[in-house]
Nanobody
Framework: QVHLVESGGGLVQAGGSLRLSCADSGRTFSIGGMGWFRQAPGKEREFVAAISWSGGVIYYQESVKGRFTISRDYAKNTAYLQMNSLKPEDTAVYSC???????????????WGQGTQVTVSS
């Protein structure tokens, strides 16, 4: 059964760091690419970062380039999003996803986690 579980969210001051984890307790890790999306209050969900099955292709939203790093650990069936130099505008619910479609759009993913809250205070 497909099951993605995010963790690592929380409250942090601007300039701080958090590392989000996305653990796959099912077989989704073998499906393909992994992505992170976020949704702020009153806004639509947006793409943040994605990594292909091989790890050879990585994409970032322009606003997080140089600050966020996506990675995956095949042995642990876990994907990560290291977030540094956090800004108040990074505040959102962050969700991970797995799928075989295009990496930068929601329609490319078949499985989603429940999300974890990230709040950055100024």
């Amino acid at each position: 059964q497909v099951h993605l579980v995010e963790s690592g969210g929380g409250l942090v001051q601007a300039g701080g760091s958090l590392r989000l984890s996305c653990a796959d307790s099912g077989r989704t890790f073998s499906i393909g690419g992994m992505g992170w999306f976020r949704q702020a209050p009153g806004k639509e969900r947006e793409f943040v970062a994605a990594i292909s099955w091989s790890g050879g292709v990585i994409y970032y939203q322009e606003s997080v380039k140089g600050r966020f790093t996506i990675s995956r650990d095949y042995a642990k069936n876990t994907a990560y999003l290291q977030m540094n130099s956090l800004k108040p505008e990074d505040t959102a619910v962050y969700s991970c996803a797995a799928g075989r479609g295009p990496l930068r759009v929601e329609s490319g993913y078949d499985y989603w986690g429940q999300g974890t809250q990230v709040t950055v205070s100024s």
